[in-house]
């Protein structure tokens, strides 16, 4: 089993719609958790980190299970701008810190 | 944000050469640098932590002679790909952490290899 799965994509939507990004992680002992964008032959770029509260920042809001051991990310009024591929990425502190990368969903918004 | 930089941002060689990434981190130290690769429609996957001053800690499948890792100072860690074949091919990422685990990793543009 992976260690950070996601929804296999890709999403193709319209402008204005909602979307959401669902993902899973296997490790308990997980303790930080991140949505990235990575656009086509770029690097990744953070979106937003995940808090047991949720977090929203604008559009797109977080929300964390540690019980169910879930992540997701709600994409509101989407925008051509957000096609990109996102990725759910879990830092692993008890091994040394690094970051495991989900395989990544594909949103793509279409006019 | 910090800033992380790596050159070349894209190299073409021959099989059986060798190439060198160099990945900087241009305004803060870094203590830890991370080497990635990632396949066409593929995630990222690490490759090697390196802690400045120490040998890298390798992923299981990745082989360290093959792949070179040196972090001789705290702004800088090299990766060398050596007698690269075409399977090679690939986006070599880094990133760069600071003193401590909860740090954020920045990373570098990613640099584009392509052995023929």
């Known amino acids: 089993r992976k260690e950070v799965e996601q929804d296999p994509g890709p999403f193709n939507v319209p402008e204005g719609a909602t979307v959401a990004f669902n993902c899973t992680y296997s490790?308990?002992?997980?303790?930080?958790f991140f949505w990235y964008r990575q656009d086509c032959r770029k690097e990744p770029k953070l979106l937003m980190s995940?808090?047991?509260s949720g977090n929203e920042d604008g559009r797109f809001t977080a929300q964390l299970n540690r019980a169910s051991q879930y992540i997701s990310l709600l994409i509101r009024d989407s925008k051509l701008s957000d096609s990109a591929t996102y990725l759910c990425?879990?830092?692993?502190?008890?091994?040394?810190?690094?970051?495991?990368f989900g395989q990544g969903t594909e949103l793509s918004v279409k006019p | 944000g910090a800033v992380v930089s790596q050159h070349p941002s894209w190299v073409i060689c021959k099989s059986g050469t060798s190439v060198k990434i160099e990945c900087r981190s241009l305004?803060?130290?870094?203590?830890?640098m991370f080497w990635y690769r990632q396949f066409p429609k593929q995630s990222l996957m690490l490759m090697a932590t390196?802690?400045?001053?120490?040998?890298?800690?390798?992923e299981q499948g990745v082989e360290k002679d093959k792949f070179l890792i040196n972090h001789a100072s705290l702004t800088l860690s090299t990766l060398t790909v050596t007698s690269a074949h075409p399977e090679d091919s690939s986006f070599y990422i880094c990133?760069?952490?600071?003193?401590?685990?909860?740090?954020?990793?920045?990373f570098g543009p990613g640099t584009r290899l392509t052995v023929l």
């Open positions: 390196s802690n400045e001053g120490s040998k890298a800690t390798y």
């Open positions: 995940v808090y047991s």
């Open positions: 990425v879990v830092n692993i502190y008890n091994q040394g810190g690094k970051l495991i």
């Open positions: 990133s760069a952490r600071g003193q401590g685990l909860t740090d954020t990793q920045y």
């Open positions: 490790n308990s002992a997980s303790q930080s």
């Open positions: 305004d803060f130290q870094a203590t830890t």
